[in-house]
């Protein structure tokens, strides 16, 4: 393939295995840019579904309506639960922090009044106290009590190597949460939410829940990033493919 220039003093020729790799290079690099711009689109629809959801009325959990708990589009709402705690199977979520201090996040599990069913309940965050080997004193009632909290989805741990579950036993100090592991260990079936229990309820510790938070801005100025990168490539193959002509050519 030959392409004239001004004068005739450059041709383009930039050879079969050359055009190739470029042609993967810009493709890959065009395609996260795309990639990056549709996350940006998924984060706003989710950002206004949790508006939406937050906004709706407390909904009201019981024996008669508990089969809801495990729709999906129930993340994220407002609930009410009655039930009790079950502080057997308690435990605690390493390194949490607050105000810069070492701490946990207490975790236990709450038996849905006149059902099956079992919710992990976050009740929030307590001092580490300094020594991991005493584990913190939290007050659990073991009366028939009220609930209310809103539903999150667990958060997926982060590879870690050489950590492949976040705990041996069940209570204690775990690193992360994963459901199935504790409906494993414990033997019991749970939520496949957390439940964030709220400020206002006094069976909880330091609650400052984070807001969810789109970060369109990122994705797209990732986006633009690699489009960037793309046209740099293909201003590159356009300058190595491009020679001069010898005066004899």
């Given at each position: 393939m030959l392409l004239p220039f001004t004068k005739n003093k450059y041709y383009f020729k930039p050879g079969i295995f050359l055009t190739l790799f470029f042609i993967c290079v810009i493709v890959l690099f065009y395609s996260l840019g795309v990639w990056q711009l549709e996350?940006?689109?998924?984060?706003?629809?989710?950002?206004?579904?949790?508006?939406?959801?937050?906004?709706?009325?407390?909904?009201i959990l019981n024996d008669?309506?508990?089969?809801?708990?495990?729709?999906?589009?129930?993340?994220?709402?407002?609930?009410?639960?009655?039930?009790?705690?079950?502080?057997?199977?308690?435990?605690?979520?390493?390194?949490?922090?607050?105000?810069?201090?070492?701490?946990?996040?207490?975790i236990t599990p709450f038996n849905i009044d006149n059902t099956q069913q079992t919710i992990l309940v976050n009740r929030g965050w307590v001092d580490s106290g300094g020594n991991r080997n005493i584990l913190p004193e939290v007050v659990t009632p073991s009366e028939l009590i009220t609930l209310e909290g809103r539903l999150s989805n667990p958060v997926t741990a982060h590879f870690r190597p050489g950590i492949s579950q976040p705990a041996e036993s069940l209570g204690g100090i775990w690193l992360y949460i994963d459901l199935n592991f504790f409906s494993g260990?414990?033997?019991?079936?749970?939520?496949?939410?957390?439940?964030?229990?709220?400020?206002?309820?006094?069976?909880?510790?330091?609650?400052?829940?984070?807001?969810?938070?789109?970060?369109?801005?990122?994705h797209v100025g990732y986006a633009i990033q690699w489009f960037t990168f793309a046209l740099f490539s293909l201003l590159a193959y356009l300058s190595i493919g491009t020679k001069k002509r010898r005066n004899n050519d």
């Open positions: 996350r940006a689109d998924e984060k706003k629809v989710l950002a206004a579904q949790i508006e939406q959801r937050l906004s709706q009325q407390t909904m008669t309506n508990i089969e809801q708990l495990i729709r999906p589009d129930i993340a994220y709402r407002t609930i009410t639960l009655n039930g009790k705690f079950d502080t057997r199977e308690q435990f605690f979520i390493d390194n949490k922090k607050y105000n810069g201090r070492a701490g946990y996040h207490v260990l414990s033997g019991t079936p749970v939520a496949p939410y957390i439940l964030l229990l709220n400020k206002e309820n006094q069976f909880g510790y330091v609650r400052e829940w984070p807001e969810f938070k789109a970060n369109t801005e990122m």
